[in-house]
Nanobody, 123 residues
């Protein structure tokens, strides 16, 4: 059974930083591209960052480019999202997801999803 478990969310002030982690089990982690999505209240879920199996290729949404960094440790079956210069507009539930493709930026490309972790940025 595949499980993706996010952690690291919480409440942070504007301008602050957080690091999200997602530990995968039940799959051969190195064979999956990984992504971080978020969904704010009343908005559609969007991909904020994606990373290929080897970590050599990345995608970032325009809104987070230069502030967020996605990385992975295949030995630990873990993907990270380092978030800095956070603003209230970053408030959302953040999800990690795994795709059997090398990488992807659309929901439909992902096979497995975590339960999500709340990130709240106060002004």
């Amino acid at each position: 059974q595949v499980q993706l478990q996010e952690s690291g969310g919480g409440l942070v002030q504007a301008g602050g930083s957080l690091r999200l982690s997602c530990i995968a089990s039940g799959l051969t982690f190195s064979r999956y591209g990984m992504g971080w999505f978020r969904q704010a209240p009343g908005k559609e879920r969007e991909c904020v960052a994606a990373l290929s199996r080897s970590g050599s290729m990345t995608f970032y949404a325009h809104s987070v480019k230069g502030r967020f960094t996605i990385s992975r440790d295949n030995a630990k079956a873990t993907v990270y999202l380092q978030m800095s210069s956070l603003s209230p507009e970053d408030t959302a539930v953040y999800y990690c997801a795994a795709t059997s493709l090398d990488s992807g930026k659309y929901e439909a490309e992902y096979d497995y999803w975590g339960q999500g972790t709340q990130v709240t940025v106060s002004s």
